[in-house]
């Protein structure tokens, strides 16, 4: 198995795409990078954590992002953000057959501050400007360090995302959700629990994710190019079924269990016969358990 995430940003690009046919925007020959950063005295990267470019993906063009969770765990400053921007300005421009964002981040930077979340809320703009034009957004979640806060939301803004088993996504990290709400809450130390609520596994179940994969790249690859055909139209009525979905969760979710058993009853409460095995169940086994 080539693992997709034991590898770094510019190797998956590089194996993801057509051998090859990468080619990649403000290199960090070019040295764009956070002024926030030095002035704090942080450690700086000449290409702020997130590689963009442009290659082929069997065949086909395609506009690529791909963030570095080595470097500031992924986080989104006012540089980072303005190159998912403009890559996705650019993608209206020359319209590629779709734009991928393999996910690293556990969200806004914090030491930029308001620079970080207007940034991501400028791409979830511009994400959402590629879709109405018609243009497939692809989110591919398979890092060790996950997809987190508005990288999170961004996520779930795409067309099509593609978990792995080891991958994560949610809106707060569990070092957030301990923080705030304390260790008897949520333990972020207990790798288990961690998967249960954020993991590949449940995400498929509860309808967050478009494909599961294992975490092996040739399966990324694959569920990246089913995705160059999924663009889905922005309506009011897309948006009323994931209200659906949000409801149903909700009126599903057990309150008073344990841990443990909270994630079953949820699955079993979405139509997860076999529930209980979810956790032991390979990925091909996890992928027939999501009821229609």
């Known amino acids: 198995m080539n693992s997709y995430a034991e590898m770094n940003a510019r190797q998956r690009v590089k194996a993801l795409l057509d051998a090859g046919s990468f080619h990649e925007w403000l290199a960090p020959q070019a040295r764009v990078s956070s002024p926030h950063l030095a002035q704090l005295g942080l450690p700086c990267a000449f290409d702020d954590g997130v590689v963009i470019g442009h290659g082929l993906l069997a065949g086909r ?97 795409a067309d099509w995302v593609v978990m792995s088993d080891v991958g994560r996504l949610a809106m707060s990290g569990p070092e957030v ?12 130390r207990d790798r288990a629990l961690v998967w249960r609520t954020t993991g590949g596994k449940h995400r498929w179940l509860c309808g967050d994710c478009d494909a599961l994969v294992e975490d092996d790249l040739a399966e990324f690859r694959d569920a990246a190019i089913a995705g160059l055909g999924q663009a889905r139209a922005i309506t009011l009525d897309a948006l009323e079924r994931e209200h659906v979905l949000l409801t149903l969760r909700e009126a599903g979710a057990p309150l008073g269990a344990e841990p443990e058993d909270e994630a079953a009853a949820l699955w079993r409460a979405l139509g997860v ?20």
């Open 61 to 157: 063009p395609v506009h690529v992002a791909a963030q570095e969770g080595g470097f500031m765990g992924g986080g989104v400053g006012e540089v980072h953000g303005a190159k998912l921007v403009g890559l996705m300005q650019r993608a209206l421009r020359e319209r590629p057959a779709a734009v991928l964002l393999l996910a690293d981040s556990g969200g806004v930077r914090l030491h930029e501050a308001n620079a970080g979340l207007i940034a991501v809320s400028e791409v979830m703009r511009a994400l959402l400007d590629v879709r109405h034009a018609g243009i497939p957004v692809v989110v591919l979640v398979g890092s060790s360090g996950g997809c987190f806060g508005g990288m999170g939301i961004v996520a779930r803004c």
């Open 177 to 188: 959700i301990e923080s705030a709400h304390g260790v008897e809450e949520f333990d972020a």
């Open 273 to 292: 016969d076999d529930a209980q095995c979810v956790p032991q169940a390979d990925v091909p086994a996890v992928r027939g358990m999501r009821p229609c």
